[in-house]
């Protein structure tokens, strides 16, 4: 039995089919937790299309013609007896955008097994290879649709739904190349804190398949109930959801009843922990307690400090060792980033103004790297591509990357502060980890022109505190942290414990104690005029509490320091005769205080009363509007997400 497969590796030359059977063959079954890819049978000859000719979509439905005259039908189902929609294909449930963005690392990992020519070989695989699947497991968003469409009843040998027949149209190529300086799986957005990789947050393992209704219609060949290579009927293969019995459950079945689980007793306690409890001292706390546990180092910086990877600047100085690091470089970024063409990624790496941070394993082995282009008469540099092996994720590859970056620019070149890229979604979060930032304080007109503005990323800049150590900063933040602990001491008594009341431990009867004789309350602040005062009741409405919350915010914003209190008419003196209705934060907080708001459009109203002011008074391009703008859209936020939950 003789199937085709694609042989293009040119995404605008392949209809939705040919590049849905590609991202099949590397992408793991959504209905099977065995299958890892689509792959044929042994006893079938797949062969490579015949790219003269144009292939016809209605014969990806026929499965089961061998006619060796005609062109042969494409590989379209898997041994394991689902279709390449169950292979992570399935384009309605994706999304258009999801769809393309795996069958581009679909044909790069097609790319690379054409250069061993391993392309038709469905068993290979390497490190390589395996690191670039990851990318093609199923993001999280897409696991609980599919655990929610998911039907507990239907067998694992029911008929998959195939695509029609119906030629699908061949998507445009795109307007503008879009660079993208961090790949899906390039970093983990959790680098900073878990270090674990994107590829085992979003593993999808479900037994259940995805619902039909997502699904295209079935082909006509398929309704008139035939069935492609190696299918089985439903009297051969249990349901899914059936699980076999456990060992208890036979039992039980058998008559057999378990006996009832041991008990674990608890450890005696000695007398100094008695003592102690009785006091009012916490068990596990004290001089004989166990330390609590120790942060262990990140494998990255074990692996530096010992001296088994380095990080070394590479430029294109035409020496031999700086070009093989360079061409490591490039096969990474390539390997990493399958949005990016490769002769772009070649072109960038290999230019003479552009400059790279690689981490070196092994001699010469590129585990990870940064490639940026530094514009210092203009105070900043551009990150380009910044990628990690998929493999030594899990070390903390990505976040030490990032501050030795920060440390080589800030001694290369010391007045160069402020750092700019392009990122999609799965870069956003990592790079707001390491410092970056969506609201771009650089004026453009330092920046803009020099770097391209991409469709579709979101550009973010990151700038570097001078005082700041980046490649000490534990001992920073451990400072930082006793330095607060200590303030807490001086303003709390609460790291202070004292002892219990004695009077309780051999009473007998009714037992009267007088407040003065409480260790500790006095030192509180406790008098008895507070049990005899009367409380105040404060209204706890939604709406008192989401004004409340809304005024602490905008007060805590950083631009907000120019509402705070009334404007001073002995400092602008004629700032009142040019509004008449003046406000501020302060004065919104005492009609809170006072419940003059009785809705909350009385208090958007004041709030818009202190923006509008403020642009009447000053000028457009002055810093007292930017800060009136950037508040007045983070109040509109908060209106549209109360509303929004409010649906």
């Not at 051969?236 to 058998?254: C, D, I, M, R, Y």
């Not at 608890?266 to 006091?279: N, P, Q, V, Y």
């Not at 209705?581 to 958007?604: H, R, S, V, W």
Request: hydrophobic share 35%.
């Amino acid at each position: 039995m003789k199937f085709a497969y694609p042989a293009s590796h040119e995404q605008d030359t392949l209809n939705d089919q040919l590049l849905a059977l590609k991202i099949a063959r590397h992408s793991p079954c959504t209905t099977c937790d065995s299958c890892s890819h689509l792959h044929p049978d042994p006893s079938w000859e797949v062969v490579l299309d015949d790219l003269s000719a144009e292939p016809s979509l209605v014969e990806l439905d026929q499965y089961g013609s061998d006619d060796e005259d005609g062109h042969p039908n494409y590989l379209k189902v898997c041994v394991c007896g689902h279709d390449m929609y169950d292979h992570g294909a399935n384009q309605p449930q994706l999304g258009r955008d999801e769809f393309l963005r795996r069958g581009r690392v679909a044909i790069r990992l097609d790319e690379l097994l054409q250069d061993m020519n391993k392309l038709l070989d469905f068993g290979y695989v390497d490190e390589d290879i395996l690191s670039l699947r990851n990318q093609l497991k199923l993001p999280l968003s897409l696991m609980s649709v599919a655990n929610i469409s998911s039907s507990p009843e239907q067998p694992l040998s029911s008929p998959p739904s195939s695509a029609s027949s119906v030629l699908s149209d061949i998507s445009a190529p795109p307007s503008k190349r879009r660079r993208v300086s961090f790949s899906s799986s390039s970093l983990s957005a959790s680098d900073d804190e878990e270090d674990q990789p994107l590829a085992s947050r979003v593993g999808l393992k479900t037994g259940a398949r995805s619902d039909k209704s997502t699904r295209a219609p079935a082909s006509k060949s398929q309704r008139s109930g035939k069935k492609g290579p190696g299918m089985k009927t439903k009297g051969q293969t249990a349901p899914v959801s059936l699980p076999p019995p456990s060992a208890q459950e036979q039992e039980e079945s058998n008559g057999v009843v378990p006996p009832p689980p041991q008990i674990k007793l608890e450890d005696k306690m000695d007398e100094e922990k008695l003592t102690r409890l009785a006091t009012g001292v916490t068990v596990d706390s004290g001089p004989g307690a166990p330390a609590p546990p120790v942060k262990q180092e990140k494998a990255a910086v074990t692996e530096l400090r010992r001296g088994i990877i380095q990080i070394v600047p590479v430029e294109n100085d035409k020496e031999p060792r700086s070009l093989v690091l360079l061409t490591n470089l490039k096969t990474l970024f390539q390997k990493q980033l399958p949005k990016m063409p490769r002769e772009y990624i070649a072109r960038l790496v290999y230019d003479e103004n552009s400059k790279c941070l690689a981490i070196v394993k092994r001699g010469l082995k590129v585990v990870g790297g940064i490639c940026y282009r530094p514009f210092p008469h203009r105070g900043f540099a551009e990150i380009v591509f910044f990628a990690t092996a998929s493999v030594d994720q899990v070390k903390g590859y990505g976040a030490m990357l990032m501050d030795h970056y920060k440390a080589h620019i800030r001694k290369t070149y010391p007045e160069m502060m402020h750092f700019l890229t392009y990122a999609d979604n799965y870069a956003v979060g990592y790079f707001e980890k390491q410092g970056f930032t969506k609201e771009i304080t650089l004026e453009r007109s330092r920046w803009a022109g020099y770097i391209k503005d991409y469709e579709g990323g979101t550009i973010m800049q990151c700038t570097m505190l001078r005082k700041v150590d980046y490649l000490n900063k534990p001992a920073l933040i451990a400072t930082q942290q006793e330095a607060v602990m200590q303030k807490i001491r001086e303003m709390s008594r609460a790291h202070i414990v004292y002892p219990g009341l004695p009077q309780f431990q051999n009473a007998s009867g009714d037992v009267t104690v007088d407040y003065k004789d409480v260790p500790g309350l006095r030192e509180s602040g406790w008098t008895p005029t507070m049990a005899t005062n009367p409380i105040r009741i404060i209204s706890r409405s939604s709406d008192l509490y989401w004004m409340q919350k809304t005024l602490k915010d905008m007060k805590d914003h950083s631009a907000s320091w120019a509402f705070l209190v009334p404007v001073n008419k002995d400092e602008v003196l004629d700032y009142y005769e040019h509004i008449k209705e003046p406000m501020d934060f302060q004065t919104m907080g005492e009609k809170l205080e006072a419940n003059k708001y009785q809705t909350i459009k009385q208090f958007l109203d004041d709030a818009q009363l202190v923006f509008d002011n403020c642009r009447r008074y000053n000028l457009e391009a002055s810093n007292y509007v930017k800060n009136a703008n950037k508040l007045d859209k983070f109040l509109k936020d908060r209106v549209a997400e109360r509303a929004k939950q409010e649906q």
